[in-house]
């Protein structure tokens, strides 16, 4: 069976297991010295604009790794950070006038380079600036810019709360990445992520399995399944559940803080195949990537961004052709997670999408679109929080205010930390009822 180590030579040593709780190990990577903080939702300089003044050379981002890791795929196989720039590029959308993109042959990625288009293909994006950057960098490259963008494919039906979009690389050596786009940064975004979580399978993940299957009908060499956030989790949940001739040619299944699954699913026999082969990266104060259990190796990645922010991965660092890595996950993502996990394995599948739809009713309440919204505006938005949950009836009141402390704590930095935390004391008790 295909080891990752084959065919990934520039992941250094075996993935080192970091959970939810665990102490960092002796063996972990010591940490990296951390560049300055940069905000990428707009409300500091993103960090293609960093890189454009010169400033903050080491350690990168992503973006930096296209612009300067030139050898082709056939000097250097691919590795952990090719998988999150191809990944990256599955939340480009593409307009009508790529149409070839849907096509088994394709376009070449340097045919994305539509000034009149950039718009409509970066308006929702984390950063939209950087993502711009990022396409200005592999069509210039001599590592990406022959890479081919097929059998696009997009679909959505709010009937079933679905959104679903992947595209195939097809990479000079014969390869295939098939990649899976992401949820966006808004509450509703994350919201999807925490519902793919508690309950398995969601018709999107059925849908990346039946994508899988297909380009794998019409592509004869090996494959190699990404995304990130929910097209990790679409990444995994394909690798498993596709037919084991097709499983057999998987190399690597890559999830860039993508969410996990319900304890069900990971003691299948389809995931038990595949384990091995799963590359898990998430930043320091991981939230959505911590949510469920992958029963898989997970590498910690330092992280420039504050808190919940670090979901964004131009904000993850990178130096030369790796990731800088983290002793271990924040307390804060420690705490977090223990708090998610501990409110989602206490109930059942239905029960727990009843309490997800409150949590985000609840964080809905500020008006805010985007979590970032919910940090800036803390002193309006958290009251507002707390006036929410203590609507609820008390068995919510005791779950939701819970997690809404944590995220509150987590989602916010030093002395507003602490001022919004007293500030929800109290939620998740039954004082007064």
């Given at each position: 069976?295909?080891?990752?180590?084959?065919?990934?030579?520039?992941?250094?040593?075996?993935?080192?297991?970091?959970?939810?709780?665990?102490?960092?190990?002796?063996?972990?990577?010591?940490?990296?010295?951390?560049?300055?903080?940069?905000?990428?939702?707009?409300?500091?300089?993103?960090?293609?604009?960093?890189?454009?003044?010169?400033?903050?050379?080491?350690?990168?981002?992503?973006?930096?790794?296209?612009?300067?890791?030139?050898?082709?795929?056939?000097?250097?196989?691919?590795?952990?950070?090719?998988?999150?720039?191809?990944?990256?590029?599955?939340?480009?959308?593409?307009?009508?006038?790529?149409?070839?993109?849907?096509?088994?042959?394709?376009?070449?990625?340097?045919?994305?380079?539509?000034?009149?288009?950039?718009?409509?293909?970066?308006?929702?994006?984390?950063?939209?600036?950087?993502?711009?950057?990022?396409?200005?960098?592999?069509?210039?490259?001599?590592?990406?810019?022959?890479?081919?963008?097929?059998?696009?494919?997009?679909?959505?039906?709010?009937?079933?709360?679905?959104?679903?979009?992947?595209?195939?690389?097809?990479?000079?050596?014969?390869?295939?990445?098939?990649?899976?786009?992401?949820?966006?940064?808004?509450?509703?975004?994350?919201?999807?992520?925490?519902?793919?979580?508690?309950?398995?399978?969601?018709?999107?993940?059925?849908?990346?399995?039946?994508?899988?299957?297909?380009?794998?009908?019409?592509?004869?060499?090996?494959?190699?399944?990404?995304?990130?956030?929910?097209?990790?989790?679409?990444?995994?949940?394909?690798?498993?559940?596709?037919?084991?001739?097709?499983?057999?040619?998987?190399?690597?299944?890559?999830?860039?803080?993508?969410?996990?699954?319900?304890?069900?699913?990971?003691?299948?026999?389809?995931?038990?195949?595949?384990?091995?082969?799963?590359?898990?990266?998430?930043?320091?104060?991981?939230?959505?990537?911590?949510?469920?259990?992958?029963?898989?190796d997970v590498r910690v990645v330092e992280s420039s961004g504050v808190s919940i922010l670090q979901h964004n991965p131009f904000l993850w660092e990178v130096e030369?052709?790796?990731?800088?890595?983290?002793?271990g996950l924040t307390a804060s993502a420690r705490y977090l997670s223990s708090t998610i996990e501990s409110w989602m394995n206490r109930f059942e599948p239905e029960e727990?999408?009843?309490?997800?739809?409150?949590?985000?009713?609840?964080?809905?309440?500020?008006?805010?679109?985007?979590?970032?919204?919910?940090?800036?505006?803390?002193?309006?938005?958290?009251?507002?929080?707390?006036?929410?949950?203590?609507?609820?009836?008390?068995?919510?009141?005791?779950?939701?205010?819970?997690?809404?402390?944590?995220?509150?704590?987590?989602?916010?930095?030093?002395?507003?930390?602490?001022?919004?935390?007293?500030?929800?004391?109290?939620?998740?008790?039954?004082?007064?009822?």
């Open positions: 069976m295909p080891r990752l180590s084959d065919h990934l030579p520039d992941i250094p040593g075996a993935l080192k297991r970091v959970l939810p709780g665990d102490a960092a190990g002796s063996d972990a990577a010591p940490a990296a010295a951390s560049i300055d903080e940069v905000n990428g939702d707009g409300t500091a300089p993103s960090p293609s604009s960093l890189q454009a003044s010169g400033a903050h050379k080491k350690p990168g981002s992503f973006l930096t790794y296209a612009q300067t890791q030139l050898d082709g795929f056939d000097a250097r196989p691919l590795c952990l950070v090719d998988s999150l720039v191809l990944s990256w590029l599955a939340y480009f959308r593409l307009t009508p006038a790529l149409e070839a993109a849907r096509t088994d042959e394709g376009i070449a990625l340097h045919e994305l380079m539509r000034a009149e288009d950039f718009d409509e293909m970066f308006g929702t994006s984390f950063d939209a600036d950087g993502s711009r950057e990022l396409l200005f960098a592999v069509c210039a490259s001599p590592r990406f810019r022959s890479v081919r963008l097929t059998r696009l494919r997009f679909k959505t039906d709010a009937d079933v709360e679905e959104q679903f979009a992947a595209m195939t690389f097809l990479l000079p050596t014969g390869e295939a990445y098939l990649a899976f786009r992401g949820t966006d940064s808004t509450l509703v975004g994350w919201k999807e992520d925490f519902n793919m979580a508690s309950s398995c399978p969601v018709p999107a993940q059925e849908e990346a399995r039946a994508y899988v299957e297909r380009v794998a009908s019409s592509v004869a060499g090996p494959l190699y399944l990404g995304g990130h956030s929910k097209g990790g989790n679409l990444a995994v949940y394909a690798a498993a559940t596709v037919p084991r001739t097709v499983q057999d040619r998987v190399l690597a299944a890559f999830s860039h803080d993508g969410p996990g699954f319900p304890p069900a699913f990971l003691e299948g026999e389809g995931y038990r195949r595949v384990r091995g082969r799963v590359a898990k990266t998430v930043p320091k104060s991981s939230v959505i990537g911590l949510i469920m259990d992958d029963g898989a030369g052709r790796d990731f800088v890595y983290a002793d727990r999408r009843r309490f997800i739809d409150t949590l985000f009713d609840v964080l809905g309440a500020t008006g805010a679109e985007r979590f970032a919204d919910i940090r800036d505006d803390w002193r309006t938005s958290v009251p507002a929080m707390r006036e929410a949950v203590d609507a609820l009836d008390p068995e919510q009141r005791e779950c939701v205010g819970e997690v809404v402390r944590a995220l509150a704590r987590t989602a916010t930095i030093d002395k507003v930390a602490d001022a919004a935390g007293n500030l929800l004391d109290g939620l998740g008790s039954k004082e007064g009822d």
